[in-house]
């Protein structure tokens, strides 16, 4: 940095009373580099890369590579055929990539970091005038803005001084069309316009109108309509700040006026993978729909409930790309595409597609990270698709692995490992006890039927557990998957334990002994149930691109429900070896993300769940039914499954720290988790987070006073925890690093349970156990 160079510190905005600061801070072309306790860390990584750079050197690499390429694929014309020869050239290829975004971007230091950033007086003027151009766009049309730039130790702040002046209100809407048709159906969903009377005149909305128009025409036939035709005319009085906007719809070049289209024929044709079998194509009809099959290997059925067009129905442009988005999920075809053709105003729709391979064989090889420790795992999925010739998917699925568990016995952390198989086949309608009428009825929810069976062996220090399962499932799904729904209509499954540690045994026999019967849950057991789940995803959740956005899921259970018709033994009968369980469970959960800026986003979790024992159960649930609080994705100050439940005191140790060594099964949870979420530069993001909660037993709990759920205490044993976190974000995956501390522990006696004090200057981790790392893989929620 030169003596007449100014570092970019600070960018202001002065004189905004109505318009959006954020969206004109966002049109300033030199932002500030980010700054940490008055440091930056971006350009220190940034400076230290390019101590290591030398652009010479790679400008003489990336030469070598060109002419190394050249020389190749001119001296070795008989051998570009060949593999060994074609897998050279793409090596090549990609190292000659690399060295390219090397030159334009630095090394990878230089790549994670970001430049210093040094004032462009050019750069600031364009900025002016984006803000200019911006607040015009929305309406403040008699805008000024002017800047400032003031110095010091070569470091420069710019104040951008924006006048606003009174903004321009749309004083009426009205359209000009000479097609009456489309003047009545425009009135009719008026309501749902981006302009309305009174509003500030805003470029952005007239935009939002435009594709909401061209949106409802051609849902409603007007095949040929497009947004090109509206127009809008603004006609201003400058004395009394007003607009009076025409909206105007232009005739076609085409046609006198626009008309609406007509389906006449609907056909789709599987075409062969090579024209040598063209002559194997089958010809059928099914619904007013002309199928045209490679082979007579495809069910004229499946597909047409898929088919949402109609024939003698309108041209509609969402039905036409939900049979799209519905054929493709039936995952038996390389691509959906659908062309149609016109006759005056009668369309021909037609569906072509491909099949996809028969056979997918998968290997993954990965690794997990829970409770701090990484997992290897290796899975094996093979899907043979079209299995009946009827659409269905045959899978055969094979996991194995190691992850990291804290021992419920206080061995510290370890790896347990966990080996599951399944078969399945999942046909792509309802089956049982539905009638086959209902496919065409129920075709445009996307109805599968999943029939699974499977094997879960675990193997932990503790305990061995073995697993058979059997499940008959149901799910299906509204327009745009904004509401999924999944019934588990018969999961049974038998349970057994071949094995517990002594010491494990121990612990169970002492809960016993103190009233808690949870031994019982490791008894061999068959367990049925009867569940259902629905997701609400609002404005895709998960993308978080997008504007602000939720998911709510609710999901309910009853288990072992037939037992009601039968006479067995309850749990507590006397010398019982085999365990019956009845229960009822639910959970709602609730996610929400909401963006403050382009850098800044709020981001909360509330879970609630409740679980209840009833008849032969005696009390207690099967071990995998209980709720655990505490770990990376609940309350993060707590180790996995170590909270609660409620004011139960855990073991103390010999120096008076409280020891979390054992899982606390619950029946009840409470959760919430508030997050802070800022970029910070390149792929580096932070988090400050607060999370509280706890889980509560519904009923006295002998061995663990304190564990049960009270109206008149439970408030006072909500556990809160906070921290920050940092996290590195690729695109393809997120790795996450929090460091939680609790800040009020209900284990311990009230008047004592505000433990946040305890980190000081000389113990900022405060005592033994307070302060818990979090190493995980993608967000908390």
């Known amino acids: 940095m030169g003596e007449d160079d100014y570092v970019v510190y600070d960018n202001e905005l002065v004189g905004l009373t109505i318009a959006d600061a954020e969206a004109l801070q966002q049109l300033i072309e030199q932002e500030p580099n980010t700054r940490i306790l008055g440091g930056s860390i971006g350009v220190m990584l940034y400076r230290i890369g390019d101590q290591f750079y030398d652009s010479n050197k790679v400008a003489g690499k990336r030469k070598k590579v060109v002419e190394e390429l050249e020389t190749l694929q001119s001296n070795n014309e008989a051998q570009q055929g060949e593999l060994s020869f074609k897998r050279k050239v793409e090596n090549l290829k990609i190292k000659l990539e690399g060295l390219d975004k090397k030159i334009e971007y630095g090394n990878a230091l230089m790549r994670t970091g970001n430049p210093v950033v040094l004032l462009d007086s050019s750069l600031v003027e364009k900025s002016s005038k984006n803000m200019k151009g911006y607040l015009v766009n929305h309406g403040f049309f008699d805008a000024a803005v002017d800047y400032s730039i003031s110095s010091k130790n070569q470091k420069a702040s710019i104040s951008y001084q924006i006048k606003e002046n009174k ?30 009377k009174g509003q500030i005149y805003n470029q952005d909305n007239i935009t939002e109108e435009r594709n909401r128009l061209e949106e409802l025409l051609k849902n409603k036939g007007y095949y040929m309509f497009s947004k090109s035709y509206i127009n809008y005319i603004a006609y201003q009085d400058t004395a009394a700040k007003s607009i009076r906007l025409e909206q105007v719809i232009q005739k076609p070049t085409f046609a006198e006026s626009h008309q609406v289209y007509t389906l006449d024929s609907i056909s789709l044709r599987i075409n062969p993978p090579s024209d040598e079998f063209a002559n194997r194509q089958v010809q059928t009809q099914y619904q007013e729909i002309d199928f045209s099959f490679y082979r007579d290997r495809y069910s004229a059925k499946i597909l047409a409930s898929r088919i949402q067009l109609q024939k003698g129905k309108p041209y509609n442009r969402v039905d036409a790309l939900e049979t799209q988005r519905l054929i493709n999920s039936l995952d038996l075809f390389r691509f959906v595409n659908i062309t149609f053709d016109t006759l005056g105003t009668s369309l021909s729709a037609s569906i072509f597609t491909q099949p996809n391979q028969k056979y997918q064989l998968t290997n993954q090889l990965g690794m997990t990270i829970t409770e701090q420790l990484p997992g290897p795992f290796f899975s094996m999925a093979l899907r043979n698709r079209n299995f009946f010739r009827a659409g269905e998917l045959l899978e055969l699925n094979f996991r194995a692995g190691l992850e990291g568990v804290a021992s419920a016995t206080g061995q510290g952390v370890y790896q347990s490992s966990e080996i599951n ?134 999901f309910g259970e009853s ?93 103390t140790e010999s120096g008076g720290n409280y020891d979390y060594r054992n899982e606390q099964p619950a029946e009840m949870i409470l959760e919430s988790m508030f997050e802070y979420r800022r970029k910070l530069f390149s792929y580096f993001d932070m988090a400050v987070f607060i999370d509280a909660g706890n889980s509560w037993m519904i009923g006295r709990d002998d061995a663990r006073p304190g564990a049960d759920f009270r109206y008149d205490r439970f408030y006072k044993e909500i556990a809160v925890g906070t921290g920050v976190g940092l996290r590195m974000d690729f695109d393809f995956l997120v790795i996450r690093l929090d460091l939680a501390t609790k800040a009020l522990d209900p284990a311990r006696e009230e008047g004592q349970r505000w433990i946040l004090d305890n980190i000081r200057f000389n113990k900022p981790l405060g005592e033994k156990g307070q302060t818990v790392f979090n190493f995980g893989i993608g967000y908390p929620f």
């Open 167 to 196: 903004p321009y209100i749309l004083d009426s809407v009205y359209t000009s069309t000479d097609n009456p048709e489309i003047k009545g159906l425009l009135s009719s969903f008026s309501s749902n316009s981006f302009i309305k």
């Open 421 to 554: 198989t399944s078969l399945s086949v999942i046909f792509p309608r309802f089956l049982i006890p539905f009638s086959p009428k209902t496919l065409q009825q129920f075709g445009k929810y996307n109805p599968n039927t999943r029939v699974q069976f499977g094997y879960l062996s675990t193997n932990r220090p503790e305990y061995n557990r073995n697993a058979i399962n059997g499940q008959l499932g149901y799910t299906w799904a509204t327009r745009n998957n904004r509401q999924s729904f999944t019934i588990n209509a018969a999961d049974v499954s038998y349970i057994r334990t071949p094995y517990i540690q002594d010491e494990f045994l121990g612990i169970l026999e002492n809960l016993q002994k103190d009233g808690n019967n949870l031994i019982w849950s490791f008894l061999p057991s068959l367990i049925s149930s009867f569940s259902g789940q629905t997701l609400i995803n609002f404005n895709r959740y998960g993308d978080f691109s997008v504007q602000k956005a939720s998911l709510l899921r609710v």
């Open 559 to 651: 288990g072992g429900t037939t037992l009601n018709l039968t006479n067995v033994q309850r749990n507590d009968s006397p010398e019982i070896d085999y365990a019956n369980f009845q229960w009822l469970k639910g959970q709602v959960d609730y996610r929400r993300y909401y963006p403050i800026s382009k850098k800044q986003t709020l981001a909360y979790r509330l879970n609630f769940g409740l679980a209840r024992p009833y008849g032969v159960s005696a009390g207690i649930l099967p071990y995998e039914k209980y709720f655990f609080a505490g770990g990376g994705t609940s309350i993060r100050a707590w180790q996995a499954r170590r909270l609660g439940p409620g004011s139960f005191n855990p073991i």
